[in-house]
């Protein structure tokens, strides 16, 4: 089994920066790749913010996200971090983070990835 423990979110100032992060416990040699997602309050899906495969070390990112936040991993890989800098009031959500098993072209999907953390709120104010 894999678990899932994300850390760092808080009450950020618009224009600020904050970090947070994912541990992965367990059986962690069987992931290949994370991902960020958040769901906004009052939004019932969540959505995809970043993604990183341990593979060259590739990552993607939203459009809306593209230029202020940066994902990577640890050495042995078993954190991630999502450095969100330039934050804005949209961008106050709960920040999951997923695990896949194995690589999928619909990275952005929600049903890609296996195991889930409980989520860390980021509340930007304005």
């Known amino acids: 089994q894999v678990q899932l423990v994300e850390s760092g979110g808080g009450l950020v100032q618009a224009g600020g920066s904050l970090r947070v992060s994912c541990t992965v416990s367990?059986?962690?040699?069987?992931?290949?790749?994370m991902s960020w997602f958040r769901q906004s309050p009052g939004q019932e899906e969540r959505e995809f913010v970043a993604?990183?495969?341990?593979?060259?070390?590739?990552?993607y990112y939203a459009d809306s996200v593209k230029g202020r936040f940066t994902i990577s991993h640890n050495n042995p890989k078993n954190t991630v971090y999502l450095q969100m800098n330039n934050l804005k009031s949209e961008d106050t959500a709960v920040y999951f983070c997923?695990?896949?098993?194995?690589?999928?072209?619909?990275?952005?999907?929600?049903?890609?990835?296996?195991?889930w953390g409980q989520g860390t709120r980021v509340t930007v104010s304005s």
């Open positions: 997923a695990a896949g098993t194995y690589y999928s072209a619909a990275y952005y999907a929600v049903s890609d990835y296996e195991y």
């Open positions: 993604n990183i495969r341990w593979i060259r070390s590739l990552t």
């Open positions: 367990g059986d962690a040699y069987r992931i290949i790749t």
